[in-house]
C-alpha cells in the first residue's frame, strides 16, 4: 500500500461513473471541483482519494487520476441501500434540510452506517503515513474522523460538512446522536458552509455531551480541543467564465435561444430532482404568474433542467411524479402549439452545454428550501462575464449569505417568490448590472482556491500543503 501524506476521504470518487446506481450529479463527480483545486499541492504532496465508486461489489483497483492516487472503498448490495440510501439519504439528510420530508429511522441502519464508516477509517489508517493529513467529507462519513482518532492519533483530521447542519432541536431527534457528535468530534478541525451551522453544532457540542464550546472552538472532556467554524465552499470561476466566453458555447447560446422561440425572457432552474430545492413551489408560482396575467407565454420561458437523483428512494420516485404531473397540468393548461409554457430538461449536461444554458438565462431561479450552499446560483454568477442577468435566490441556501445582491427570497412564501421573479422580471437594467458586478468581486475574491486555502490554512498542515496553492 502506497501512504500519502494528504489522504482525502469521501463517498464518493472524483470519477464519472456512467453506471451510477443513483443517477445523482453530486459535486464530487463534477470534473471542475476539489480535485482541479488541490492541482497545484499534487506536484509536491503525494495524495489519495478515498471513495466509493458508485457500483457494488468488490471494489477495482483504479489507475492514478492527474496523480491523486484513487482507492476505492468497496459497498454491498445491503450496505448500499442501508449506509447510503438509508440513514445517509433517509434519515440524515431529510433531518439537515429542516426535515422538509419526514426523516426514516430505522436502528438496523445506523449499525450498517457504521459499519461502512469503519470501513472507510481503516482504509485512512492503511493509506495515510504517520502524522499525515486526513481530509473527512460530509454526512455520509461523519463517523470516520473518531473512529481514525483513535487509531491514529498522530494524524491531523479535518472534516468538512457540505450540508447545513440543523438547529440543536431538530438534531436531539436522531436516536444516535451522541454517537454522530462525537465522531466529527474526532477531527482538529470541523467546517461548515455557514456560520449558523457552527453554532448549532457547539451547541449540541455542550447540550449532549457537555462540552465547554464556543463558536470557535469545543473542549471535550478528554482534554481534546476542536476548531469549528465557516468555511463557504465555492467554484472554479475562472475556468467556469473562460468556459462561458468560448465560441462554440456562445454560438450554442444562441442556438437554444432560437430553439426556445427567442422569446423576449428566460428563466432557467437547474437542480438535482430533490426535495429541498423547491422545484414544485417554483413551478406553482410560474404557472400563477401567467395565470394572473404578470408574464406572457410567448415572451417569458421557463426552462426547468432536473437530473433525476436517489432513484430508489421513494421520496424521490414519488417527488419526480409530482414534478412530472405538474409539468403536464401547466404545459397542458398554457402551452400554445410549438410554444411551451415549461421546458422539462430530465437529464444530465456536460459543462459546456450548462454554460450555454446559464448564458441563456435571464433569470436564474435558485430557490430551495434549505440548502447547505448552492452551487448552481456560483456557477450562473461566474458565466454572466457582461454583467446581465438577475439572480433570484432563496434566503434558505447558503450562498445567500454572499450574494445579499441578488433578488433574495423566502421560497415558501408563494406571494413572495412571485413577487420575486415579477421584480427580477422587469428589473432596470442598470440596477441588475450593479447587482451582477458586485456578485461576481465577492466571487472572484471567494472561489474554489481561496476556500481550499482557508479551509487548509485552519487546519494547520504545514507550510508545505497550502504554500503551492493559488489564492
Ligand atoms: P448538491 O445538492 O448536489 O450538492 P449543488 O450545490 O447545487 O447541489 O450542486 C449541483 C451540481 O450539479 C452543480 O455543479 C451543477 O452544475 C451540477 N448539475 C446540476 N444539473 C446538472 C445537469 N443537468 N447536468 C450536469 N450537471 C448538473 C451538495 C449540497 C450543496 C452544496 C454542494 C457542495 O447539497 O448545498 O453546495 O454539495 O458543497
Not at 471542475?32 to 483497483?61: D, F, K, M, R
Not at 468556459?243 to 426556445?260: G, W, Y
Amino acid at each position: 500500500m502506497r501512504q500519502s501524506s494528504l489522504v482525502v476521504v469521501a463517498m464518493r470518487l472524483p470519477i464519472d461513473d456512467d453506471v451510477a446506481r443513483d443517477g445523482a450529479c453530486e459535486w464530487r463527480r463534477s470534473p471542475g471541483g476539489l480535485v482541479n483545486a488541490l492541482h497545484p499541492i499534487l506536484q509536491h504532496t503525494p495524495t489519495t482519494w478515498i471513495g466509493w465508486t458508485g457500483s457494488t461489489g468488490p471494489a477495482p483497483q483504479l489507475p492514478d487520476l492527474d496523480s491523486v492516487r484513487l482507492h476505492a472503498v468497496p459497498l454491498s448490495e445491503e450496505e448500499f441501500a442501508e449506509h447510503y440510501e438509508g440513514f445517509a439519504n433517509s434519515t440524515l439528510w431529510p433531518l439537515y434540510h429542516d426535515a422538509v420530508e419526514q426523516p426514516v429511522y430505522h436502528r438496523k441502519w445506523f449499525q450498517t452506517y457504521r459499519q461502512v464508516n469503519e470501513r472507510f477509517a481503516e482504509a485512512a489508517d492503511a493509506c495515510a503515513e504517520p502524522g499525515a493529513t486526513v481530509w473527512v467529507q460530509d454526512y455520509h462519513l461523519q463517523l470516520v474522523p473518531g473512529l481514525l482518532r483513535e487509531r491514529r492519533p498522530d494524524l491531523r483530521i479535518g472534516f468538512f460538512m457540505h450540508v447545513p447542519f440543523p438547529p440543536p432541536e431538530l438534531f436531539v431527534q436522531l436516536p444516535r446522536r451522541a454517537e454522530l457528535l462525537a465522531g466529527m468530534l474526532g477531527a482538529d478541525l470541523v467546517g461548515f458552509q455557514r456560520e449558523q451551522a457552527a453554532h448549532n453544532f457547539a451547541q449540541l457540542a455542550t447540550k449532549v455531551l457537555g462540552a465547554r464550546a464556543t463558536d470557535r472552538r469545543i473542549e471535550l472532556a478528554d482534554g481534546h480541543l476542536v476548531r469549528i467554524g465557516a468555511f463557504p465552499v465555492s467554484i472554479d470561476m475562472a475556468e467556469l467564465a473562460a468556459l462561458a466566453q468560448r465560441p462554440e458555447v456562445a454560438a450554442r447560446a444562441t442556438q437554444i435561444r432560437h430553439d426556445l422561440g427567442d422569446p423576449r425572457r428566460v428563466i432557467l432552474a437547474v437542480d438535482r430532482l430533490d426535495y429541498t430545492k423547491g422545484i414544485e413551489q417554483r413551478l406553482k408560482a410560474y404557472s400563477e404568474l401567467i395565470a394572473g396575467g404578470h408574464v406572457k407565454v410567448h415572451d417569458t420561458v421557463m426552462v426547468q433542467v432536473a437530473v433525476p437523483s436517489r432513484e430508489r428512494v421513494a421520496q424521490y420516485r414519488i417527488l419526480r411524479d409530482r414534478v412530472e404531473r405538474e409539468v403536464g397540468r401547466i404545459n397542458g393548461e398554457f402551452s400554445r402549439v410549438g410554444e411551451p409554457a415549461v421546458h422539462y430538461l430530465n437529464r444530465p449536461f456536460d459543462r459546456a452545454e450548462l454554460a450555454a444554458l446559464y448564458r441563456v438565462a435571464d433569470i436564474m431561479a435558485v430557490t430551495p428550501l434549505r440548502d447547505g450552499m448552492n452551487l448552481v446560483a456560483k456557477e450562473y454568477v461566474a458565466t454572466r462575464f457582461d454583467h446581465t442577468g438577475a439572480l433570484v435566490l432563496s434566503e434558505f441556501a447558503g450562498a445567500a449569505a454572499e450574494f445579499d445582491r441578488a433578488y433574495l427570497v423566502n421560497p415558501h412564501d408563494l406571494d413572495g417568490l412571485k413577487g420575486a421573479l415579477i421584480r427580477a422580471i422587469e428589473a432596470d437594467p442598470a440596477d441588475v448590472a450593479e447587482r451582477m458586478r458586485a456578485m461576481r468581486a465577492h466571487l472572484a475574491e471567494h472561489d474554489i482556491h481561496a476556500w481550499l486555502h482557508r479551509y487548509l490554512t485552519a487546519l494547520d498542515t504545514g507550510e508545505t500543503l497550502v504554500a503551492h496553492l493559488k489564492r
